[in-house]
C-alpha cells in the first residue's frame, strides 16, 4: 500500500490534503514539503504520515522537501494543533503563523552568515606607501571584536585592501558575535542583581525549573522590582543549554526590557516582533530551532517559535491586551504561554501589578500560586492617589487649575510631572457651533479625530484621512471649533503655560519613526524638569525615576462603558498609569481629575489596593454570569449590508441551542460600520468549556460547507477581550 501524507497550508481552509509520499522520501510531521496545487507549486507542512488513502481518488506525489528535519518539532506542533482546536481556526494558518515569513515564501532555512574581519597583530607595521592599507587596519583595529565586511565597505574600502591585509596575516575572518557562545562572556555570569529582602522572598516561592510545570502569579506593586526577580530567578535557575521566553505587551517595551536583560546575560538575548525585517527574524528563529541556549525577549507571536530547550516562560504585564491577537488566528499569548509551560514541564510566571481577573481566579482556585510583592524597591514608597472633582471646574487642554498649579510645584522642584490623555490628536471631533455640524468619517460610523499639526482629519478605526478646513463644510460658518481633549491639544496648552519647560508627546503619532521611543525615553531618564504628554503607552512599565507627579485628564471613561470588561481594564490603566510616579527616592502623587468622585470604584482606587477591587469585580461578574465564571465566544460577521451581515448570525443562532449554552443578539456591533463594512456579533455564553469548544466546532464546520450571502464573512473570537 502506497504511504499517504497529509499536508497542511497556508490557506484560510479548515481540511488538509493527501499526497502520496515517493519511496525515496522520509517525512515526518512539522517537516515543509513542496507539493503540486492546482497549477502551481506550494509550501505545505506535514501533519500526519501513514493515512488511509481517499477512495476513487487519484492522488498527486509530494514533489520534495525543503529540508529533511523538521521545522516544527514536536511540542511545538502539539501547541499549535492544540490552539488551532481550541481557538477554532485553521490549522494551516496556525503552523504557517510560527514560521518566519522567508520560510512561509519557500526559502531555505539556512542563514546567509556575514563575513566578519579582525585584526591579528596590533603592532604590526606595513610599508610606508601602502596608505589605504594603513587607514584600513587602523580602522578595524578600533574594533576588537571585529566589523562586519558591509562596514568596512561603508567606510571607504575596498576588497583589495581586505585580501591584502590578510595576505599579510594581519586580519582573518570571524564568526559574528551574535553566533558566539555564552561560555565566552564570562564577566557576566557572576553578575546579579541585588534583591531586597521582599523580593527574596517572594523569589524563594518561585520554584526551580528541575521541579517541573508551575504556574505563579507575581503580583507585584508598581516600582516593586519584579524584573529584577525574573533577572534573579533566571541567573539562579536556568543553565548554560536552556532556553527562556520573556514575553512583553508592547515592542515599545522590548528595548529597555532587553538592555536591562543584557547586562546580565549579554548576547544570550535575542529579540522577536513585528518590526525585525525577514532577515532579522530568520536569524533569530534558526538560534531557537537550533536549540541554542538563547533568552528571547519578544512579543506575542514569539511563543509560537520552535524552541527545543525551553525550561522557563516569564509573561510580564500579564493582564495587557496586547497579548490577545484582534485579527486572523485571535490566540491569546498569555494562555498560549502557560499551555506551553505544560507541554514543556516547566516554569511560568506571570508578573504584574494588576493582575487579570482571569489570573486572580486561577489563583483563587489554586490553579496558580500566588505569590506577592507588596514593597517598592529601595526606598521609594507607593505614590497618594487623590481624586480631583472638576464639575463645574475651568479646564484649559482638559487640565484643572489645581492640576496646572501641582504641574507647576512639581517643576519648580526640579522634579518631572506625567499627564495622561487616553486619546491621541487635538480633539476627538471638530464642530459647528452655528448648525451643529460635526465631521464623521464616510467609511465608518464614528466621527473624525482632528490633528492640528498636521492640519488633518482622521479616522481611527480605519485610517481614512482628509484636510482640515478652518470653515464648516456644510455652512462654511467661522464658528468650527474643536470639541474635546487629545494629546496634541493637552500638549499646546502645556507648552503655552510652562514656555521654559520640554513637553514631551508619547503617543503612536510621535513614535512611529525608528528609534523614536528610544529618543524619548533618554530625554526623560536625564531626570531634567519636563512634562510628560501620553496615552497607555505611557503606562506600561516604564521607568521614570523623577517623575513626582502624575495627572490623569479624565477618568470616566470606562465606568459606564457596555462592555463587561472596562471597570476592570479602567482601574488598571489608572493604576499602572499612577505607578509612573514616586518611584525614585521622591514620593509620589496623582491626581485623577473625574466628574464622579463619590463613584465607588474611583474611591477603592485611592485606597490602592488591587486585590481587594479584583474580588469586588469578580463578585460582580459572578453575579452577572461572566467570564471567568463562564466561557464565552463570540461570532462576528461583516458585509455590505447589517442586513446581510444579520442573516448571517441568525443562520448560526439555531446551531448554538444548547441547554447549557446562552445566545446574545444577533446585535449590530458597538461600531455597526467600520470601513464600509457593516458589522454585527452573535455572543455565545456557556457552563462548561468543553461543551462549548465542541459546540463551536461542528458550528464552524456546519458554516464551511453553507453559502454565504455575496460579500459576506464570518469569524470567531473565543475568549474575546472586547465584546463591543
Not at 458589522?679 to 453553507?706: M, V, Y
Request: proline share 7%; with cysteine.
Amino acid at each position: 500500500m502506497p504511504l499517504i501524507a497529509r499536508i497542511a497550508l497556508n490557506r484560510p481552509l479548515r481540511r488538509l490534503f493527501d499526497y502520496l509520499v515517493p519511496d525515496d522520501l522520509q517525512l515526518v510531521p512539522g517537516q515543509r514539503v513542496r507539493i503540486p496545487f492546482g497549477r502551481q507549486q506550494a509550501i505545505g507542512l506535514v501533519v500526519e504520515i501513514g493515512v488511509e488513502p481517499p477512495a476513487g481518488i487519484n492522488l498527486k506525489p509530494v514533489a520534495g522537501v525543503v529540508e529533511d528535519w523538521p521545522a516544527l518539532p514536536p511540542e511545538t506542533f502539539r501547541l499549535l494543533s492544540w490552539a488551532s482546536d481550541y481557538y477554532q481556526h485553521p490549522l494551516g494558518e496556525c503552523l504557517f503563523t510560527a514560521l518566519p515569513p522567508a520560510l512561509r515564501r519557500g526559502r531555505k532555512a539556512e542563514e546567509k552568515t556575514e563575513e566578519w574581519w579582525r585584526v591579528l597583530d596590533n603592532n604590526a607595521t606595513l610599508p610606508a606607501n601602502a596608505h589605504k592599507q594603513k587607514a584600513l587596519f587602523d580602522w578595524l583595529s578600533q574594533h576588537p571584536e571585529g566589523a562586519p565586511a558591509t562596514d568596512v565597505l561603508k567606510a571607504g574600502f575596498g576588497r583589495a585592501q581586505l585580501n591584502a591585509l590578510r595576505e599579510r596575516q594581519l586580519i582573518e575572518t570571524v564568526l559574528p558575535p551574535l553566533q558566539k557562545a555564552f561560555s565566552e562572556e564570562p564577566e557576566l555570569l557572576a553578575r546579579r542583581p541585588d534583591l531586597s529582602g521582599a523580593q527574596t522572598s517572594a523569589a524563594k516561592e518561585l520554584a526551580p525549573p528541575s521541579e517541573g510545570f508551575g504556574a505563579f502569579l507575581l503580583y507585584g506593586i508598581t516600582g516593586s522590582g519584579k524584573t529584577e526577580i525574573y533577572l534573579h530567578y533566571l541567573k539562579q535557575q536556568l543553565g548554560d543549554r536552556d532556553q527562556a521566553l520573556v514575553l512583553v505587551p508592547e515592542i515599545n517595551l522590548t528595548p529597555q526590557t532587553v538592555a536591562r536583560f543584557q547586562r546580565y546575560f549579554g548576547r544570550r538575548i535575542v529579540v522577536w516582533h513585528s518590526a525585525l525585517n525577514d532577515g532579522e527574524r530568520l536569524t533569530t528563529w534558526l538560534r531557537v530551532r537550533n536549540g541554542e541556549p538563547v533568552i528571547l525577549v519578544g512579543t506575542r507571536s514569539a511563543v509560537l517559535l520552535p524552541f527545543t530547550g525551553l525550561r522557563t516562560i516569564i509573561v510580564d504585564e500579564e493582564h495587557d491586551n496586547s497579548y490577545k491577537q484582534g485579527e486572523g488566528f485571535r490566540y491569546s499569548g498569555r494562555d498560549l504561554a502557560v499551555y506551553r509551560a505544560h507541554l514543556n514541564n516547566c516554569p511560568v510566571i506571570l508578573g504584574s501589578a494588576t493582575p487579570s481577573l482571569e489570573s486572580v481566579y486561577n489563583a483563587k482556585q489554586a490553579k496558580y500560586h500566588l505569590v506577592k510583592l507588596e514593597e517598592r524597591a529601595g526606598n521609594a514608597t507607593p505614590p497618594v492617589i487623590s481624586l480631583l472633582d472638576i464639575r463645574s471646574r475651568p479646564l484649559e487642554g482638559g487640565l484643572s487649575r489645581p492640576a496646572l498649579n501641582a504641574i507647576k510645584q512639581a517643576l519648580a522642584k526640579g522634579e518631572q510631572a506625567l499627564v495622561f490623555v487616553n486619546r491621541r490628536g487635538f480633539a476627538p471631533v471638530m464642530m459647528c457651533f452655528d448648525c451643529g455640524h460635526m465631521v464623521e468619517c464616510p467609511r465608518c460610523d464614528t466621527r473624525l479625530t482632528y490633528h492640528r499639526r498636521d492640519r488633518a482629519m482622521r479616522c481611527h478605526h480605519c485610517d481614512y484621512q482628509t484636510a482640515a478646513t478652518e470653515h464648516c463644510p456644510k455652512c462654511r460658518s467661522d464658528a468650527f471649533k474643536p470639541v474635546g481633549q487629545g494629546t496634541e491639544r493637552t500638549e499646546d496648552i502645556l507648552a503655552t503655560t510652562f514656555p521654559d519647560t520640554p513637553v514631551v508627546r508619547v503617543d503612536r503619532d510621535s513614535t512611529q519613526r525608528k528609534g523614536s521611543i528610544q529618543g524619548i525615553l533618554n530625554q526623560v531618564n536625564s531626570g531634567k524638569p519636563c512634562v510628560l504628554v501620553g496615552t497607555q503607552m505611557l503606562a506600561k512599565g516604564h521607568d521614570f525615576p523623577n517623575v513626582t507627579l502624575v495627572v490623569v485628564v479624565n477618568a470616566d471613561g470606562g465606568l459606564f462603558s457596555v462592555d463587561f470588561r472596562a471597570p476592570e481594564q479602567l482601574i488598571q490603566t489608572l493604576l499602572q498609569v499612577s505607578g509612573r510616579a514616586g518611584r525614585g527616592t521622591k514620593p509620589g502623587k496623582v491626581l485623577v481629575q473625574t466628574c464622579h468622585s463619590d463613584h465607588p470604584l474611583l474611591k477603592t482606587l485611592c485606597e490602592g489596593q488591587y486585590l481587594d477591587i479584583a474580588d469586588q469585580l469578580l463578585k460582580e461578574r459572578e453575579e452577572g454570569q461572566f467570564p471567568p465564571f463562564r466561557a464565552m465566544a463570540i461570532f462576528r460577521a461583516e458585509a455590505d449590508t447589517m442586513e446581510k451581515s444579520l442573516q448571517v448570525l441568525d443562520a448560526i443562532k439555531p446551531l448554538a441551542n444548547s441547554s447549557d449554552v446562552e445566545t446574545w443578539g444577533p446585535l449590530p456591533a458597538m461600531i455597526a460600520r467600520r470601513a464600509d463594512k457593516h458589522r454585527a456579533q452573535l455572543i455565545l455564553n456557556a457552563r462548561n468549556r468543553k461543551r462549548l469548544n465542541s459546540l463551536l466546532t461542528g458550528i464552524c464546520q456546519e458554516l464551511d460547507q453553507r453559502k454565504l450571502p455575496n460579500g459576506a464573512r464570518w469569524m470567531i473570537d473565543v475568549d474575546p477581550q472586547e465584546t463591543g
